[in-house]
């Protein structure tokens, strides 16, 4: 029988690990985690915060400029981190990149839900609302995508899944949560069938985008980044982008600044993904079965993972 979380024992997560596993990624050191890349799973390091986020945003210009109106393309892309939205527009604006003529497209990966529903642009946490603000509105308007190239997870789902196959989403960024999550594909509660083991990798991997609760430890976080610390502005539930839409994604490429999760957790998920070492209690390493992942770091933003008080 596994153990209990330390944390939300009615749920699944990392701290229901084996003690060994822990103890052996707690000892890696930066030099270690940059040794971990493996034909299908790069790990590259950034030196400085600049070129940390304009590689970021990078992405989005590379992945726009290989649409065309008869193979359009485009990149799913978090609000956390949001750093490199404002150069996407810039880099945008720079290049005179007519997204429209491209036929390029966008997808947000996740919104939170409310009383069943997506929250809508008024919502001060809004996702969508975030991406407009921070990015798209910021694109001169002759070079714009029109909206019906921006996707995001509201309303039928099932309209927003099927997007995926009208055209090539040629990387899906990411970052890393607390939880071990990419987008809201938390770990899953402790009930019914996996009562006593979490669900099997080939089973979490069959989910596609839904509405799911979301891990305590998902919910405090996020009071924490986004509402300063006021739990009340944070939803319990979101839509999320799922396993089966990020397998049909070329690439996922995520982004750890060391701004969202710890020391500990940036090692766990990079040397779990690294050693083929899949478990739906830590969704992140669930890459491991992904053909093509790229897990980007700023160097100086890892930091020891050792016992230092404050």
């Given at each position: 029988m596994r153990k209990l979380s330390v944390v939300a024992p009615d749920w699944w997560d990392y701290t229901?690990?084996?003690?060994?596993?822990?103890?052996?990624?707690?000892?890696l050191t930066v030099e270690d985690l940059a040794q971990l890349s493996r034909p299908g799973f790069k790990v590259v390091m950034y030196d400085t915060i600049q070129d940390f986020y304009l590689a970021e945003a990078l992405e989005y210009i590379e992945a726009w400029k290989r649409s065309t109106p008869d193979n359009p393309c485009g990149i799913c892309g978090p609000i956390g981190p949001t750093e490199q939205l404002p150069l996407v527009a810039r880099l945008v604006n720079a290049l005179d990149l007519n997204l429209g003529k491209l036929g390029a497209h966008f997808w947000g990966m996740d919104e939170w839900v409310q009383d069943g529903q997506a929250v809508g642009m008024d919502h001060p946490l809004s996702f969508a609302k975030c991406d407009l603000e921070m990015c798209f509105n910021r694109i001169r308007p002759e070079l714009r995508m029109p909206?019906?190239?921006?996707?995001?997870?509201?309303?039928?789902?099932?309209?927003?899944?099927?997007?995926?196959?009208?055209?090539?989403?040629?990387?899906?960024?990411?970052?890393?949560?607390?939880?071990?999550?990419?987008?809201?594909?938390?770990?899953?509660?402790?009930?019914?069938?996996?009562?006593?083991?979490?669900?099997?990798?080939?089973?979490?991997?069959?989910?596609?985008?839904?509405?799911?609760?979301?891990?305590?430890?998902?919910?405090?976080?996020?009071?924490?980044?986004?509402?300063?610390?006021?739990?009340?502005?944070?939803?319990?539930?979101?839509?999320?982008?799922?396993?089966?839409?990020?397998?049909?994604?070329?690439?996922?490429?995520?982004?750890?600044?060391?701004?969202?999760?710890?020391?500990?957790?940036?090692?766990?998920?990079?040397?779990?993904?690294?050693?083929?070492?899949?478990?739906?209690?830590?969704?992140?390493?669930?890459?491991?079965?992904?053909?093509?992942?790229?897990?980007?770091?700023?160097?100086?933003?890892?930091?020891?993972?050792?016992?230092?008080m404050h």
């Open positions: 229901t690990l084996d003690d060994e596993l822990v103890r052996d990624v707690a000892q909206m019906k190239n921006l996707h995001f997870p509201g309303g039928d789902l099932s309209l927003y899944s099927a997007t995926y196959d009208q055209a090539r989403c040629l990387v899906m960024q990411g970052g890393q949560g607390d939880v071990k999550h990419w987008a809201f594909n938390d770990p899953l509660p402790r009930r019914g069938a996996y009562a006593e083991v979490p669900p099997t990798p080939e089973e979490y991997r069959r989910l596609g985008t839904r509405i799911v609760d979301l891990h305590p430890m998902t919910v405090m976080q996020n009071a924490r980044t986004s509402g300063g610390g006021n739990i009340a502005l944070v939803p319990t539930q979101a839509a999320t982008v799922g396993p089966v839409e990020t397998w049909k994604s070329e690439k996922v490429s995520i982004w750890q600044a060391g701004c969202h999760d710890n020391a500990f957790g940036m090692r766990l998920t990079t040397f779990m993904i690294s050693k083929r070492l899949p478990d739906a209690a830590v969704p992140m390493s669930l890459l491991a079965d992904h053909p093509n992942v790229q897990f980007n770091f700023f160097r100086p933003g890892i930091g020891p993972c050792a016992v230092e």
